[in-house]
């Protein structure tokens, strides 16, 4: 009997623990919004992270945009040869990249790169009493450390995943065209023609800036949230990155859902 | 007819009242009073984990008491506004143990800082202010350090110089003597006094290095828990009737804090399997 009342104990705590952070997260939110206001007057403070979110992210991002592009190019043309459809080779290779995987991907290399950093950062500026230093000099470090880091997260994101789908595009251009013959003409007639500005494009840049947002949140929060102990920051670190990918993965379903179900 | 016999007024900057402040449910305080005297150095002493860092952060605003009140200058601190709780912060000064100097600045930027943040000065006055604040903590010629390249006694000193950068009224040390080599240990002593003095600052330490604070303390506070167990002038507490603070200032091994932590006895325990 007493094991089952201490698990359901346990289940209450847990519950009831995740709710208290659930909440602290949406006041942190609040908090680094109204941030807005000052992070304008002092645009220094969001291009210096502006650099070190988005800028130093962009190796990876455009690396990895290149390979899933010649990925593509060669999974999709084994498969569309087979129909004879080698043609429409573009319009696979750019509809998969800027529907899905140029948001997605881009976002879950953010979260594993800037992210993760964010939260270490952020963490340590805890750990260190920086936060609490800077509260006692009557700044306010949500506005002053957590504002310009959400909006850099949240404005890199898109033109992240931009980079990522335009470079996979030319990946998907140099296996298809350049090593497996397809014509070049047609690799790009057929992705002109077939792409559509308000049903690929714009959804995926809803969805990158939709994943920015959470992301950057994410982030933040683990980061001022954390024990401050070694220990915390690197359990907050972990963190950020698994929440991050999971947010992303289940938001991309709901979001598809939403824009292509019918 | 009125006595005329009034006490004195005493020029009380902070002014604590039945403080009580609960973590959980063990009670950090329980009941303390305190009086801090505009333009003394005010020393607060108690063994590790009594609450003195979190004493520090309630004079501070940064946590809020569960019951009493604590003025600041007149101003009872949680019931301020936003706005005016980092106006009076203003007005003062943090020393953190670990300096808590933002890594990513030098050492001159690190003390420019609150200039910047809260000042519209032209940056000829700001080099200049910053310059004199290091001169008085002896660290102008470390101006372009980097916080990793400063031994701890240092990160300490440029806090400090950082703390009086907006010219406060009242300095918080937290625990400014832990860790420290007896040299800048005693650099650090010499400067506390110096600039309380000099700047007509009130200072307040929590420490629980007991000679070097009684050196330069005008008052004295110890802590043990929850409650105030000794105050006033370090030669009255240091003779102290009790047995607590006793042991305390004059570190004894054994007395009323125990050497053993509590068990139950030796034989029993060793031959119970």
């Known amino acids: ?262 | 007819m009125p006595s005329r016999r009034r006490p004195v007024k005493r020029d009380v900057l902070v002014r604590i009242r039945g403080l009580r402040f609960y973590r959980g449910d063990r009670a950090i305080f329980d009941g303390v009073d305190i009086d801090i005297l505009r333009g003394k150095v005010t020393a607060i002493m108690g063994p590790s984990g009594t609450g003195k860092t979190t004493l520090l952060k309630l004079i501070g605003g940064q946590l809020r008491p569960s019951a009493g009140s604590i003025e600041v200058d007149g101003q009872n601190i949680h019931a301020l506004g936003t706005r005016d709780l980092y106006a009076l912060r203003k007005r003062m000064g943090m020393l953190f143990q670990s300096g808590a100097l933002l890594t990513d600045l030098n050492v001159f930027e690190n003390v420019a800082y609150p200039l910047r943040e809260h000042t519209d000065l032209p940056e000829s006055m700001i080099r200049k202010l910053v310059l004199l604040k290091l001169e008085a903590v002896g660290l102008r010629g470390a101006r372009d350090l980097m916080p990793a390249e400063l031994s701890g006694g240092m990160a300490r000193r440029v806090a400090l110089a950082r703390g009086i950068a907006l010219d406060p009224m009242m300095i918080l040390y937290d625990e400014p003597f832990t860790g420290q080599d007896p040299i800048s240990m005693g650099v650090l002593v010499q400067l506390i006094r110096r600039l309380n003095d000099a700047a007509r600052l009130t200072s307040v330490i929590v420490s629980h290095d007991v000679a070097e604070t009684a050196a330069i303390a005008d008052d004295l506070y110890v802590i043990a828990d929850g409650r105030v167990i000794d105050r006033g002038p370090p030669a009255k507490v240091k003779v102290s009737g009790s047995a607590w603070t006793r042991q305390f200032m004059q570190g004894l091994p054994d007395g009323p804090v125990p050497f053993h932590y509590p068990a139950a006895p030796l034989a029993g325990d060793l031959f119970a399997v």
């Open chain 1, 1 to 262: 009997m007493n094991a089952v009342l201490d698990s359901l104990a346990a289940l209450g705590r847990t519950g009831l623990e995740a709710l208290a952070r659930l909440g602290r997260g949406h006041v942190l939110l609040l908090g680094v919004l109204e941030g807005l206001g000052p992070l304008v007057r002092r645009p220094r403070l969001l291009l210096v992270q502006l650099y070190s979110v988005g800028v130093l992210s962009v190796l990876i991002i455009a690396v990895s945009g290149i390979f899933v592009g010649m990925v593509l190019g060669l999974q999709g043309h084994y498969i569309l040869s087979r129909f004879g459809a080698e043609a429409t080779l573009g319009v696979m290779v750019a509809a998969s990249l800027v529907r899905e995987l140029g948001p997605v991907v881009t976002a879950l290399l953010f979260a594993g790169r800037a992210g993760s950093a964010l939260t270490a950062e952020i963490g340590l500026m805890k750990a260190t009493e920086q936060l609490s230093g800077l509260e006692m000099m009557a700044v306010n470090p949500v506005y002053r450390v957590l504002t310009p880091r959400f909006f850099a997260g949240f404005l890199s994101m898109p033109l992240l995943a931009a980079m990522f789908s335009a470079l996979g595009v030319y990946g998907g251009w140099f296996v298809g065209v350049g090593l497996l013959g397809v014509d070049d003409g047609t690799y790009w007639s057929q992705m002109q023609a077939k792409i559509d500005l308000e049903e690929d494009i714009y959804n995926g840049v809803i969805k990158s800036l939709v994943f920015g947002f959470v992301c950057a949140w994410i982030a933040i929060f683990q980061g001022y949230d954390c024990v401050p102990t070694s220990e915390g920051v690197s359990r907050a670190t972990t963190k950020t990155v698994v929440h991050s990918a999971l947010a992303v993965l289940g938001l991309d379903f709901v979001l598809t859902a939403l824009m292509f179900g019918k």
